[in-house]
């Protein structure tokens, strides 16, 4: 499904809005992903970007700078090295910069995951336009940003993939809890899954999964576990 796309025209360069909110760029590109829908994005420097589902950003390339803003949801990069123009994506209260490399960035309000496929990263954490302090993180390594804290978490290269398993359709969990899991799906379909109490929430699921084949991973849930599933047009509540 294709991702919806607008000029926001301009004439000054950048109008801060209130802090927490994000900027307005002049003569910035605007991609946009319904629920369960993603988009691969070709940027005119050579850039490539593939948005997640439900995810929305802006693009402000030109000659003497490159610079994303990423307003909600996730996005994979692909960043075309270009010497003396670094590539940054901001997010929130936090940014990313980088001069060449893979890495996606999620954004779910003010917790921001980055996580880099190839090459090396830096995520600054900002107050206002100020940055505090800085994270370098490299290939196969997980950054997780909330509010004023930055903690990094060296992982392996596959581990990485997995967790960008969504590009290819696909979810992956590793031992997750089911009530995570079940939030993960939201993600990506209108119809939600609700587990209804704690015990069948703290049930460990690992595996690969069809991101927008919700319904038949309920099944398997009710085939492996006994769980109890009933479904409505608008959700599927899980229960013991």
Do not use: C
Request: net charge negative; glycine share 8%; charged share 25%.
């Amino acid at each position: 499904m294709a991702a919806s796309v607008a000029l926001l025209l301009g004439f000054g360069a950048l109008r801060l809005s209130q802090p927490g909110q994000a900027p307005e760029i002049a003569s910035a590109i605007r991609y946009d992903t319904a629920i369960g829908a993603t988009q691969a994005v070709g940027l005119s420097d050579g850039s490539k970007v593939q948005l997640n589902t439900a995810s929305t950003i802006r693009a402000a390339i030109a000659d003497d700078r490159r610079e994303i803003w990423l307003d909600q949801g996730e996005a994979y990069f692909e960043v075309a090295h270009l010497e003396g123009r670094p590539f940054v994506v901001h997010a929130g209260n936090h940014q990313v910069t980088v001069i060449g490399t893979k890495f996606s960035v999620r954004r779910d309000g003010d917790k921001v995951q980055v996580s880099v496929l190839e090459g090396r990263v830096r995520v600054d954490d900002l107050d206002r336009t100020q940055v505090v302090r800085s994270t370098i993180i490299s290939g196969g390594d997980i950054a997780l940003a909330e509010g004023p804290a930055t903690l990094s978490i060296s992982k392996s290269a596959s581990r990485v993939e997995d967790a960008l398993a969504w590009r290819d359709g696909m979810l992956s969990f590793d031992q997750q809890r089911l009530g995570d899991v079940a939030a993960e799906f939201n993600r990506y379909n209108r119809r939600k899954m609700v587990v209804t109490d704690p015990e069948a929430a703290d049930i460990r699921i690992g595996g690969m999964f069809p991101a927008s084949k919700p319904d038949s991973f309920v099944r398997l849930l009710r085939d492996a576990y006994g769980l109890k599933i009933e479904a409505s047009t608008e959700e599927v509540r899980i229960s013991n």
